[in-house]
């Protein structure tokens, strides 16, 4: 039995201690809710907390646990979810004033296969409004803090599930990345953040930002906890035609940590010059573990990411400028006023690159420079199982970083945004602390190489203790 | 690499398409970050993509995804009119889209 307060529990352990009855939902649960009314004034990880729901929830879970000679896996077990998940009947605003007073009709998929696997929402977490951004600065609610050191940014546009973990308001959380969004604030709050293949997880009920990138995936305390979330919220759905045909892996039950005779490539220019000192270090540092655990570094060699920036801003602009056009005030939420400065120049420019006479130089252009991305890719994952790199090039920044800076996610971004525009999966790993903040390793792997990255994952985390690696 | 500077008139046009209100004061932000977007990305030009097909999703091969046309339990008329402003018989009021006579 673990000694530790009910809220720092993993999803396994929590799970253990279910299941012997060592603990009830109704405890773990009021147990999150408590920590978030201590912490959540000053943390601000949540736009909605559902309170009475949860506790509802966790209620019949328990009773379920009594009668049932079967349980779902995450019977009982709390979680917070990014407000862009819809939720039926409970407000869901994507962190914009639009959709302030929106009740979803109907639940997205990920929050159905929770609910149907026995999970507990807790509420709904800040973000960056309409996910546009990597600090939560762009929330219209207000800055999610790290829980690390509360003066600065937790990340984003995920920031408030990160934190919310970071702070231990919650067992586990899901978020959603279209280029970032879960690594980079999961790299910030010290948590572990997957980004699974783009399709892998479907975007149904999921509010769009760039619809040939969004991916939603878990965010979690432990490894072990990634794969078994992964396994419940992946596969293909009739609702959601982009996602793949593939049967889901049992993740969890296939996940070991030998990892002998992998390959693992670090790019070059991934390791930036101009990144934070001690950064690249700590993440080198981080990948010499993997050496001595039997795996083998090769250099590999990739495009230079200044070119993702720019495909990026092009791809994700346009199919935001599409995607918020259907916000009109008309059928449902406030009208198109609301929209702030952020979401405003997102549809302004991606309404330019898609208008007729400019498709052609910018839409057209990003597209096949994307293809070139993949192809790059290709070429490398020949040569390597994965991929290793710092997952962004600095630790949390100070809130108010973001002010006048136009582009400051795209910088935050600048070494997930190829993997995201490729569609690769990828986990970001806390590896140590530097000068007391949190950095992260992000290892990247082929399309539906969940496993492999999972396997290597859980045996750097088995191998180490990276809150023990300061510098 | 070529810069791109929004006119005035560009800029106007562009706030029409987008179906935004732009104020006089976020223009004078907002217009020069554009431009200045709109000139960063066309580093792209750097790349030679002669002959090179685009990437439109990321994991390839999945082309005209249909399902059988049969009727599916789909969202009840009540429930998809409860958020709407404003609702008569059954219908979602809108504005005009052509001039009213």
Redesign the interface.
């Known amino acids: 039995m673990s000694n530790k307060p009910l809220n720092e529990l993993s999803v396994k352990e929590a799970q253990t201690m279910l299941a012997d009855g060592t603990v009830s939902s109704v405890e773990l649960t009021r147990s999150c809710l408590e920590t978030i009314e201590a912490k959540d004034p000053e943390i601000h990880a949540f736009v909605t907390v559902l309170a009475d729901d949860a506790m509802d929830a966790a209620k019949r879970a328990d009773q379920v646990r009594k009668t049932a000679k079967t349980v779902p896996p995450l019977l009982g077990i709390p979680f917070a979810v990014k407000d862009n998940f819809l939720t039926k009947g409970a407000r869901t605003t994507a962190s914009s004033k639009v959709l302030d007073n929106?009740?979803p009709?109907?639940s997205a998929t990920v929050i159905e296969k929770l609910e149907a696997s026995g999970g507990v929402i807790l509420g709904k977490t800040n973000m960056d409004a309409w996910a546009h951004g990597s600090s939560t600065e762009t929330s219209d609610y207000g800055p999610t803090h790290n829980p690390w050191d509360t003066s600065r940014l937790a990340g984003g546009s995920s920031g408030g599930s990160a934190a919310a973990l970071a702070a231990a308001e919650t067992i586990a959380a899901v978020g959603t990345e279209t280029a970032g969004s879960i690594r980079q604030p999961s790299s910030w709050c010290g948590t572990i953040g997957f980004k699974p293949?783009?399709?892998r997880v479907s975007r149904y009920g999921v509010v769009a930002m760039g619809s040939?990138?969004d991916s939603p995936g878990p965010m979690t305390k432990s490894v072990e906890d990634t794969a078994l979330i992964l396994g419940v919220i992946a596969g293909h759905d009739?609702r959601d035609?982009?996602t793949?045909p593939v049967p889901v892996p049992d993740y969890l039950g296939d996940l070991q940590n030998d990892i002998h005779n992998l390959k693992i490539g670090l790019p070059k220019e991934y390791f930036m010059t101009d990144s934070q000192p001690g950064v690249n270090e700590m993440v080198k540092k981080a990948a010499a573990v993997y050496e001595n655990l039997g795996a083998q570094l090769v250099e590999v060699s990739l495009l230079d990411p200044?070119?993702s920036i720019?495909?990026y801003?092009?791809v994700q602009r346009s199919e935001v400028?599409s995607n918020l056009?259907r916000y009109?005030?008309?059928?449902?939420?406030n009208d198109?006023?609301y929209?702030g400065?952020e979401a405003?120049?997102r549809?302004?420019?991606g309404?330019?690159a898609l208008?007729s006479g400019y498709y052609d130089?910018?839409y057209?252009?990003?597209?096949?420079?994307?293809?070139?991305?993949?192809r790059d890719f290709d070429r490398v994952f020949e040569q390597v199982d994965l991929i290793l790199s710092p997952t962004t090039p600095s630790t949390a920044l100070p809130l108010g970083a973001t002010h006048g800076q136009?582009?400051f996610g795209e910088l935050a971004d600048v070494l997930a945004e190829a993997s995201s525009?490729?569609?690769?999966p990828a986990i970001n790993m806390p590896v140590g602390l530097l000068q007391g903040l949190p950095v992260g390793m992000q290892l990247i792997g082929n399309?539906?190489a969940e496993q492999k990255i999972l396997n290597a994952a859980y045996a750097y985390e088995q191998a180490t203790n990276w809150r023990e690696n300061t510098l | 690499m070529a810069k791109t500077q929004l006119s005035d008139s560009d800029f106007k046009k562009?706030?029409r398409?987008?179906?935004?209100?732009?104020s006089e004061s976020?223009e004078k932000?907002?217009r020069p970050?554009?431009s200045?977007?709109?000139s960063?990305?066309?580093?792209?030009?750097?790349?030679d993509?002669k002959n090179?097909?685009?990437?439109?999703?990321?994991?390839g091969d999945?082309k005209n995804?249909w399902?059988e046309d049969v009727v599916e339990p789909s969202?009840p008329q009540d429930?998809?009119l409860?958020?709407?402003?404003e609702q008569h018989d059954g219908y979602?009021?809108?504005?005009a889209v052509f001039d009213e006579q």
Do not use: W
């Open positions: 929106y009740y009709q109907y293949t783009y399709g040939s990138l009739a035609a982009t793949a200044k070119y720019a495909d801003t092009i400028s056009a009109t005030g008309v059928r449902y939420g198109r006023c929209f400065d405003k120049r549809i302004m420019l309404t330019y208008s130089a910018y057209k252009k990003a597209q096949a420079v994307r293809m070139l991305m993949k136009a582009m525009l490729t569609g690769h399309h539906f | 562009l706030v398409q987008s179906n935004l209100v732009i976020d932000t907002i970050q554009l200045e977007a709109l960063a990305v066309r580093v792209l030009d750097e790349l993509t090179v097909p685009t990437l439109d999703h990321p994991t999945l995804v399902r969202l429930l998809a409860s958020q709407a402003h979602v009021v809108t504005k």
